[in-house]
């Protein structure tokens, strides 16, 4: 079960390569931004388009990835997740078209 879930490099286990978790953004049918984690981009796009995701894909369709976020492990995908879902939409869609958001003071 264990080899499941990791692939060992080497028969003592001492060097573990751990699955390779994505945070992901969906543009929906409705413009709305879904965000959500997966080791496989291309299997969970087809389970949301299937109706075999995540509910909020019940009543609105996913029309593309619009972002794609790896190289983490299971809990900093989560963390991640958890940090983007938090953005408000336009601090989503920064976060979408690369630029770097810079605050406005009145000050300078």
């Given at each position: 079960?264990?080899?499941?879930?990791?692939?060992?490099?080497?028969?003592?286990?001492?060097?573990?390569?751990?699955?390779?978790?994505?945070?992901?953004?969906?543009?929906?049918?409705?413009?709305?931004?879904?965000?959500?984690?997966?080791?496989?981009?291309?299997?969970?796009?087809?389970?949301?388009?299937?109706?075999?995701?995540?509910?909020?894909?019940?009543?609105?369709?996913?029309?593309?990835?619009?972002?794609?976020?790896?190289?983490h492990s299971r809990s900093s995908?989560?963390?991640?997740?958890?940090?983007?879902?938090?953005?408000?939409?336009?601090?989503?869609?920064?976060?979408?078209?690369?630029?770097?958001?810079?605050?406005?003071?009145?000050?300078?």
């Amino acid at each position: 079960m264990y080899e499941r879930f990791c692939h060992v490099t080497d028969p003592i286990h001492q060097t573990i390569n751990p699955v390779e978790w994505y945070v992901y953004i969906i543009l929906c049918s409705d413009n709305s931004l879904y965000t959500g984690v997966t080791t496989d981009m291309e299997r969970r796009f087809r389970q949301h388009a299937e109706g075999k995701g995540a509910k909020y894909f019940r009543g609105r369709q996913p029309v593309r990835v619009v972002y794609l976020e790896g190289a983490h492990s299971r809990s900093s995908a989560a963390s991640r997740e958890i940090r983007i879902k938090a953005m408000d939409r336009t601090e989503k869609l920064v976060l979408i078209s690369g630029r770097t958001a810079i605050p406005l003071s009145l000050n300078a």
